[in-house]
C-alpha cells in the first residue's frame, strides 16, 4: 500500500500528511492530524455524524476519498470556538439541551452551519432540512431545531468563523 | 485490504483502465464505492478516478438534456435548466450526499436506493458510454452487472412539458428516509386522454423498472379517479417486491395503488 501525501488547510491552519490509499477524510482527520471531532457513526453515509465542511460545504468525511482533499479548506468543530469562547450554534446547542449523549452533535453542529453561513435567517422548514441527513437518537430533534434557530437569531451565520 | 487509486485527467483513460481490470471501480462522488470500502468489500482493490471537466457539464441539446455522470444533486438543485428534477435531487439524501452523489452513481445503486434512476426511466434516458456507445437506460439497467466493464461518460434525457413529469418517493421516516417505494411518471394527455404514459418504480425490485402493466392501462384513460382505476388495479402486476427491513413485499403490494394513485392526481 503506497502513501500519498495531501496537503489541506483545517480550521484555518495548513496541515500535510501522508495517507494511504483508500484512506477516508474521516481517518486521517481523526488518526493522522488529531482533530476528534467528526465522529465514526455508520461509515455507510446514513447518520452524519461525521460531516466537515469542505469549501463551506458539507460532506461526509468517511465517505471522501482523502486525497481528493488536495488543496480545499476544511472545516470541523474542533474549529468553532475561538480562544475559549464557543461559538454561537455551540453556546445555543448548550442552553437548549440540544445535546445528550453528543455522539451527533458535532455532525449537527457542522450541518447547521453550513445552513447558516448561507441562510443567515432560515425558516423552521429550512433547518429540519439541513440537518436530514444527520441522525439523533436521544433529543427527538427539537432541541436542535430550537438551538439552530436561536443561534440565526444571535447573528451566527453573520459570523466568519 | 489494499487499495490502489489511479486517477485520469480523461474519461476515455478512466474507462480503459476500466476494461482491462475486473478488480476496479470507478468512483464519483463516493457514496457507494467509499462504503464499500468501509464495509471492507474484497471483490475490487483498484479505485479509479477521473478529473474530466466534462462529466460535471449540464447541456442542453434541442428539446433534449444532457447531463454528465459527475454532476452532483447539488449541481441538479443549482440548474435552472433541470427544475423538473429539483423535487428527485431533494429526494436524494440530506445536503451532505447531495454535494456527494451524482447522476452516474446513482444508475449503479443497489436496492432500495436509486429514486434518480426511476425519474430517468421515465424522461426516455438514453445512457452514453465514455466511448461514444449509447443504450437506453432500462436496458442498461438489465446488463449493469455483466456489461463489459465501462464508464457512464452521461445522460441525455427528454425535457417534458409542464405538468407532465410527475415524481413520488414514500418513506416510512419524516422529512428524509429510504424509499419504500419510488414512483416516477410520464403522462402526457392528447384530448383530456392519456397517450404515451411511462410509469417507473424504485425500491419494488433489483433494479428501478418501468411499469408496462400499468402503461398500458393508462393509455386512452382520463387522469381521474375513474379513468386510473385500471392502472390502479395493475399497479403491481408482473412485480414481485423484495422483502426488507422498510417494509414486506405484502405491504409494498398493498400500498402500491395508493401511492400510484397519489402520484398520478397530486403529482
Redesign the interface.
Given at each position: 500500500?503506497?502513501k500519498?501525501p495531501v496537503q489541506f488547510t483545517l480550521n484555518g491552519e495548513t496541515k500535510a500528511v501522508f495517507v494511504d490509499?483508500?484512506q477516508?477524510l474521516l481517518d486521517v482527520l481523526r488518526r493522522g492530524v488529531g482533530d476528534l471531532s467528526p465522529k465514526y457513526g455508520c461509515?455507510?453515509?446514513t447518520c452524519?455524524a461525521c460531516?466537515v465542511l469542505i469549501d463551506g460545504?458539507?460532506?461526509?468525511s468517511?465517505?471522501?476519498?482523502a486525497?481528493?482533499v488536495e488543496g480545499r479548506a476544511l472545516s470541523s468543530t474542533g474549529g468553532l470556538a475561538q480562544g475559549g469562547e464557543l461559538h454561537p450554534l455551540q453556546d445555543a446547542f448548550m442552553r437548549h439541551f440540544a445535546a445528550q449523549c453528543g455522539f451527533c452533535s458535532c455532525g449537527m453542529l457542522m450541518?447547521a452551519k453550513?445552513?447558516l453561513d448561507r441562510t443567515p435567517n432560515p425558516s423552521r422548514d429550512e433547518v429540519?432540512?439541513?440537518?436530514?441527513?444527520?441522525i439523533c437518537r436521544c433529543t427527538g430533534y427539537e432541541p436542535i431545531i430550537e438551538a439552530i434557530l436561536d443561534a440565526a437569531q444571535n447573528g451566527a451565520g453573520r459570523r466568519s468563523a | 485490504m489494499s487499495i490502489s487509486v489511479k486517477t485520469f485527467a480523461s474519461s476515455a483513460e478512466a474507462a480503459s483502465a476500466l476494461s482491462g481490470d475486473r478488480a476496479a471501480r470507478f468512483m464519483g462522488g463516493g457514496t457507494l464505492i467509499m462504503r464499500a470500502v468501509n464495509e471492507g468489500d474484497q471483490s475490487f482493490n483498484t479505485i479509479v478516478l477521473a478529473s474530466d471537466p466534462a462529466l460535471k457539464q449540464v447541456q442542453p441539446q434541442g428539446d433534449r438534456l444532457i447531463i454528465g455522470a459527475g454532476v452532483t444533486m447539488t449541481q441538479i438543485l443549482a440548474s435552472r435548466d433541470l427544475d423538473f428534477l429539483h423535487p428527485v435531487a431533494r429526494a436524494v439524501g440530506g445536503p451532505a450526499i447531495r454535494n456527494m452523489a451524482t447522476v452516474g452513481g446513482n444508475l449503479f445503486a443497489a436496492h432500495p436506493y436509486g429514486d434518480m434512476t426511476a425519474a430517468l426511466l421515465v424522461l426516455d434516458c438514453q445512457v452514453t458510454l465514455a466511448g461514444g456507445q449509447s443504450t437506453a437506460l432500462a436496458d442498461f439497467l438489465r446488463d449493469r452487472e455483466r456489461e463489459p466493464r465501462s464508464l457512464v461518460a452521461s445522460v441525455s434525457i427528454a425535457r417534458p412539458q409542464r405538468g407532465v413529469f410527475k415524481f413520488r418517493k414514500v418513506s416510512r421516516v419524516k422529512p428524509k428516509g429510504v424509499s419504500l417505494m419510488t414512483i416516477a411518471a410520464w403522462v402526457p394527455q392528447s384530448g383530456g386522454r392519456v397517450s404515451g404514459a411511462r410509469i417507473a418504480y424504485s425500491s419494488m425490485g433489483p433494479t428501478p423498472m418501468r411499469v408496462p402493466a400499468v402503461e398500458q392501462a393508462l393509455e386512452g384513460a382520463a387522469l381521474d379517479e375513474t379513468g386510473i382505476s385500471s392502472a390502479l388495479a395493475a399497479a403491481t402486476n408482473g412485480i414481485e417486491p423484495p422483502t426488507d427491513s422498510i417494509a414486506s413485499s405484502w405491504y409494498r403490494r398493498e400500498v402500491a395503488p395508493v401511492h400510484l394513485k397519489r402520484t398520478l392526481l397530486e403529482g
Open positions: 500500500m503506497s500519498k490509499d483508500g477516508n461509515g455507510q453515509g452524519g460531516t460545504e458539507p460532506h461526509l468517511c465517505l471522501t476519498l486525497e481528493t450541518a453550513a445552513l429540519v432540512e439541513a440537518i436530514s441527513g444527520n | -
